[in-house]
């Protein structure tokens, strides 16, 4: 099979010939359909000490399980996370993290919802938002920022507020139901918000937090770190949580498990959709990554092997 793999930190990314791999006790083995490209993996390559695997999102069918693997067959459509090597035609997951997909979601759509929209529900759930309120996201147009925008309107906000990265970017996000759009380096943000959504953090965070209103919430879950002065908090009585999917989904699996069914309910019957960027081609990874690094992408960026 083909397997996406670098040599160096930094890169570059190549193709290579491997065997396909065989799925051990409570593993899974897929065939892949869709990969789902997130900013953690494409950080690794320049971050990490030394070349690590390419894993993420995977959407495909079941071709193989492992001992001791239950309420799956061979033949279902499933989609999940690798934390192996998952830029490849086949991946391998573990049972734990991975679902069906259901009857008419396309490969492409379900990757673009098994990791992005957890993320996106469950900080907007840490937000506790009420109908009629107003928030803003940032990211608006990235993998997850993109369906927050549309969560965050379906959870009743009666404005939502886009901030993004680049002015090029407004109609896409307008388009999600946003009613305003703004940029990071804008002068003002507009009028202010009840709760922020926040996936870039850095020197986003302390506009962010400015933009909320006496008692307004702001929930950051991206890992781009930066510091919050404890007086912009007390003066308006605001307040800043921390979100992490990983816990969540170590910690109270039922939650993750509910979440993953309202997107699903969501899907079929409110007509949520992500919008996918690409989709790119297993060869064309390094493309992918660029995207992503450069900020270029609108919507979830997708490898279809």
Partial sequence: MRRVRYASPGGPLFLEEVPVPRPDAGEVLVRCEAVGVTLPVVRKVTEAAGPVPLGGEVAGEVVALGADVTGLAVGDRVAGLCFGHGYADFAVLRRE??????????????????????????????????????????????????????????????????????????????????DEVVVYGDDGWGEPVDYVLDGVGGDVLTPAVGALAPGGRLVAYGSGGGTVRAYDLLV???????????????????????????????????????AVHGPYALEDAAKAHEAVTSRGNLGKVVLVP
């Fill in 97 to 178: 993290m991975t679902s069906p997909v259901p009857d008419g979601v396309g490969a492409v759509e379900a990757v673009a919802l098994v990791r992005s929209g957890p993320v996106a529900l469950g900080a907007l759930s840490a937000a506790r938002p009420r109908s009629g309120e107003a928030a803003l996201v940032t990211a608006a147009a990235s993998g997850v920022g993109h369906l927050a925008v549309r969560l965050a309107r379906a959870r009743g906000a009666a404005r939502v507020v886009g901030a993004v990265s680049d002015p090029g970017k407004a109609d896409f996000v307008r388009s999600l139901g946003a």
């Fill in 236 to 274: 308006g009585a605001r307040t800043v949580t921390g979100f992490q999917i990983a816990r969540i989904a170590r910690e109270t699996p039922d939650v993750y498990e509910r979440w993953r069914r309202e997107l699903w309910r969501l899907y079929a019957e409110e007509g949520l959709r992500p």
